[in-house]
Nanobody, 124 residues
Framework: QVQLVESGGGLVQAGGSLRLSCAASGLTFSTYAMGWFRQAPGKERDFVAAINYSGATTLYADSAKGRFAISRDNAKNTVYLQMNSLKPEDTAVYYC?????????????????WGQGTQVTVSS
C-alpha cells in the first residue's frame, strides 16, 4: 500500500520560508518521479514542481521559478519543497505526487499516487 505523507506546512508571513517534506512508503521510491501540486479554495489543483527519479532533472511552474526548489533523498524515500519569498497567493493545500514514469511531469493525469496534503498559509 503506497503512502505519501506530507509535513512542514503552516502559517508564515509574506517573505518568509517553509520547507515541505513528503515521506514515501510502499513503492520503489528511487524509480518514481515525484512532484508537488497545490490547490487553493475554489480553484483547480495546479502543478508546482517535479523532479525525475534520480534528481538530475527538475521542472517548475512559472509561479515557482526562482523562489521554490524541489529536491529528493532516495536513501530516505523523501522529497522536499523549499519555498522562499512566499507570497499570500501561495496560500493553498500542497500535495505530494508520485508518478511511475521516471521523467518529470506537470499534468495531474501523470500522477499515480497522491498524499493527503498539507496547508500552507501566507499572511500579508
Amino acid at each position: 500500500q503506497v503512502q505519501l505523507v506530507e509535513s512542514g506546512g503552516g502559517l508564515v508571513q509574506a517573505g518568509g520560508s517553509l520547507r515541505l517534506s513528503c515521506a514515501a512508503s510502499g513503492l520503489t521510491f528511487s524509480t518514481y518521479a515525484m512532484g508537488w501540486f497545490r490547490q487553493a479554495p475554489g480553484k483547480e489543483r495546479d502543478f508546482v514542481a517535479a523532479i525525475n527519479y534520480s534528481g538530475a532533472t527538475t521542472l517548475y511552474a512559472d509561479s515557482a521559478k526562482g523562489r521554490f526548489a524541489i529536491s529528493r533523498d532516495n536513501a530516505k524515500n523523501t522529497v522536499y519543497l523549499q519555498m522562499n519569498s512566499l507570497k499570500p497567493e501561495d496560500t493553498a493545500v500542497y500535495y505530494c505526487a508520485a508518478s511511475v514514469a521516471p521523467g518529470v511531469f506537470a499534468a495531474t493525469s501523470r500522477v499515480n499516487h497522491w498524499g493527503q496534503g498539507t496547508q500552507v498559509t501566507v499572511s500579508s
